[in-house]
């Protein structure tokens, strides 16, 4: 059967009110609408539900029979339904979210007070994890969802990218590269790179730009965070390639990279699985962060 909830509406407002014109006016429709879903009930039914007058309309027996069923099953769908519209209205909850590292001190801390401000009973846990463990917490489901650079695996996930970050060059102030306001990828030859690992998310990118602009890289170091290797930048040990949102501490010189090669900051949920209310509510204000951002090269 084909019934719709419109026609049955209609057709309880006619037999409380036993008129199609008062029914009409009661439903904020026109008597030949209302006429109209009472046909199609009757059609889609096989049975007669009104005798009609000059008067007024009177249910037939298959009519009165419905009427009492659907007044109870519209009463308790109406409840069912406020309950599900109230719990997407709710603004009480946790909601867990994985990040990877640079994210997790850019991005997250504004969102995480923003949401603190204007959702006081809504709690945000942040896993701050390397790009493999986010992949595989929201792939198990142990997070709402998660804050990744471009995953390869992207055909697991229902993804949008919210950003664009530019790949830079950090080194010494007194390094001969510091000197160009600029630094070609080619200029990278040569040098002795101290890179993240491959449990980030932009290790794979940044071997990929080498080896588009033919640069042979020299790795010298690999560290988990990028604040090792700052570290190891700062006493000598080379130079390193880092994403614009990692921020690197005042004492390197930062220079931006040519031709630009960007990593693409993406939100992640478990693919065919619909967020939760709360969850969507702070992915689309991720979103908002980052197209209000400087780094929204989209």
């Known amino acids: 059967m084909n019934i719709s909830l419109r026609q049955l509406r ?3 407002a006619v037999a409380q009110q036993r008129h199609f014109r008062r029914a009409a006016e009661h439903l904020h429709l026109s008597q030949p609408a209302v006429s109209r879903h009472i046909a199609d009930l009757e059609a889609e039914l096989g049975v007669r539900l009104f005798d009609r007058s000059t008067r007024e309309v009177l249910p037939t027996e298959a009519g009165r029979y419905l009427e009492s069923a659907i007044e109870r099953v519209l009463d308790e769908l109406e409840g069912v339904l406020d309950h599900v519209h109230s719990e997407g209205e709710r603004r ?3 909601i867990r979210i994985a990040s990877v590292p640079t994210l997790s001190a850019s991005l997250m801390p504004a969102c995480i007070a923003d949401c603190a401000r204007e959702y006081p009973e809504l709690t945000i846990q942040l896993h ?3 790009q493999t463990l986010v992949l595989d917490s929201v792939r198990g489901g142990e997070v709402d969802f998660g804050i990744a650079i471009e995953p390869p695996e992207a055909g697991d996930f229902d993804s ?3 950003m664009r970050d530019p790949f830079r060059l950090a080194c010494r102030p007194d390094h001969p590269l510091a000197r160009h306001k600029t630094v070609p990828w080619k200029n990278l030859q040569g040098q002795p ?5 491959y449990s980030s998310g ?5 071997d990929q730009a080498l080896q588009k602009h033919g640069v042979q890289a020299h790795v010298v170091q690999q560290t988990g965070h990028t604040h090792t290797a700052f570290r190891m930048v700062e006493v000598g040990l080379g130079v390193t390639v880092t994403p614009m949102l990692s921020s690197p501490p005042p004492t390197l010189a ?4 040519t031709p630009t090669e960007q990593r693409a900051v993406t939100l992640i949920h478990r693919r065919q699985r619909s967020l939760s209310p709360l969850a969507a509510l ?3 204000r991720l979103r908002e962060l980052a197209t209000k951002g400087p780094l929204t090269q989209r």
């Open 10 to 12: 209609v057709f309880l």
């Open 92 to 94: 009480r909850g946790k």
């Open 128 to 130: 701050d994890q390397a």
């Open 160 to 162: 949008e990218i919210i």
């Open 193 to 197: 790179l101290v890179l993240l690992d």
């Open 202 to 206: 932009s290790r794979r990118l940044i």
């Open 254 to 257: 930062v220079r931006p990279l």
């Open 282 to 284: 702070v992915w689309n």
